[in-house]
C-alpha cells in the first residue's frame, strides 16, 4: 500500500484546512486508517482513525469535535476536516493504514504503511 498525503499548509488560529491521503495498491476499503500528527519535539501521537468502510471512526480528546475523519473509496482517499484550529495543533501530520483494521487503533504500531507527512501551521 502507497499512501500519499497532501493538503498542509500556514492557517491562522481559528481556520480550517482538510488533509487528504490517497491510498493504491490495496483495496481501500478494507483498511483500518489513521492520522497522527507529530509536533517538534515530541512523539508522534494518534489524531483519528477510520476503522474499515462504514465502520466506526474515533478522534483523540484533544481534536474531538473540531475534526472529522472521512473516507471515499471510490477515490482511495481518505481525509482529515480541520477546524477551529489551535497553534498546538501545529505539526506534521500522517496518515497511515492498517490491513487488519485492529480494534488498537491508535497505536502507531498497527499500522504497516505510512504516508510521508504534510506540515500543518497554525499561528496565534
Known amino acids: 500500500v502507497q499512501l500519499q498525503a497532501s493538503g498542509g499548509g500556514l492557517v491562522q488560529a481559528g481556520g480550517s484546512l482538510r488533509l487528504s491521503c490517497a491510498g493504491s495498491?490495496?483495496?481501500?476499503?478494507?483498511?483500518?486508517m489513521g492520522w497522527f500528527r507529530q509536533a517538534p519535539g515530541k512523539e508522534r501521537e494518534f489524531v483519528a482513525a477510520s476503522r474499515r468502510s462504514g465502520g466506526s471512526t474515533a478522534y483523540a480528546d484533544s481534536v474531538k469535535g473540531r475534526f472529522t475523519i472521512s473516507r471515499d473509496n471510490a477515490k482511495n482517499t481518505v481525509y482529515l476536516q480541520m477546524n477551529s484550529l489551535k497553534p498546538e495543533d501545529t505539526a506534521v501530520y500522517y496518515c497511515?493504514?492498517?490491513?487488519?483494521?485492529?480494534?488498537?487503533?491508535?497505536?502507531?504500531?498497527?499500522?504497516?504503511?505510512w504516508g510521508q507527512g504534510t506540515q500543518v501551521t497554525v499561528s496565534s
Open positions: 497511515a493504514a492498517d490491513p487488519y483494521a485492529s480494534t488498537r487503533y491508535r497505536l502507531e504500531y498497527e499500522y504497516a504503511y
Open positions: 495498491g490495496r483495496t481501500f476499503s478494507s483498511l483500518g
